[in-house]
T-cell receptor
Framework: DAGITQSPRHKVTETGTPVTLRCHQTENHRYMYWYRQDPGHGLRLIHYSYGVKDTDKGEVSDGYSVSRSKTEDFLLTLESATSSQTSVYFC??????????FGSGTRLTVV | KNEVEQSPQNLTAQEGEFITINCSYSVGISALHWLQQHPGGGIVSLFMLSSGKKKHGRLIATINIQEKHSSLHITASHPRDSAVYICAVPGNQFYFGTGTSLTVIP
């Protein structure tokens, strides 16, 4: 497979708790992305990274932070989870010109 | 404002039918992508095309750059084709359509 894995695959958490999702790639790709997918919306970009310690915000970044201390790992953190952050989260690697490879997704439920 | 619009949103077909899914976009692009997502599954890339037509098995994708329109066709549809099909175009970021949910009934 493409060498991109997400963990955990499923998580249920309580409102107000911090949550960290992990994306790990073995492709040595420079660009990594976090998206959320919700009914009625296309995939929406949360944050992306263009290198170690280089990150930028996407269109729905409020309430989320990211870190990339190594090429292979891109972490998404919800500092204080809210019910509106219940979603399916996808990590991707790639570039606009060539397309993306997606992870299998993390289904997060905030109760 | 949606940079990418797909139609229809939902589609139900009988096995064997010819299926067409449409995608219109408003941004200038170098290429357009078609993606497939099975229920509860990940997202896989089907096609990347910048002109004309591409074919892979029973799937055919076409694009008209001047009209900013692309279509995905499935010939001799099968229940295993049931999935969400997503159109995406690159711009400052990747812009995704909301997807077309296809159900093929045996």
């Amino acid at each position: 497979d493409a060498g991109i894995t997400q963990s955990p695959r499923h998580k249920v958490t309580e409102t107000g708790t911090p949550v960290t999702l992990r994306c790990h790639q073995t492709e040595n790709h420079r660009y990594m992305y976090w998206y959320r997918q919700d009914p009625g919306h296309g995939l929406r970009l949360i944050h992306y990274s263009y290198g170690v310690k280089d990150t930028d915000k996407g269109e729905v970044s409020d309430g989320y932070s990211v870190s990339r201390s190594k090429t292979e790992d891109f972490l998404l953190t919800l500092e204080s989870a809210t019910s509106s952050q219940t979603s399916v989260y996808f990590c991707a690697i790639g570039h606009n010109n060539y397309g993306y490879t997606f992870g299998s997704g993390t289904r997060l439920t905030v109760v | 404002k949606n940079e990418v619009e797909q139609s229809p949103q939902n589609l139900t077909a009988q096995e064997g039918e010819f299926i067409t899914i449409n995608c219109s976009y408003s941004v200038g692009i170098s290429a357009l992508h078609w993606l497939q997502q099975h229920p509860g599954g990940g997202i896989v890339s089907l096609f990347m095309l910048s002109s004309g037509k591409k074919k892979h098995g029973r799937l055919i994708a076409t694009i008209n750059i001047q009209e900013k329109h692309s279509s995905l066709h499935i010939t001799a549809s099968h229940p295993r084709d049931s999935a969400v099909y997503i159109c995406a175009v690159p711009g400052n970021q990747f812009y995704f359509g909301t997807g077309t949910s296809l159900t093929v009934i045996p």
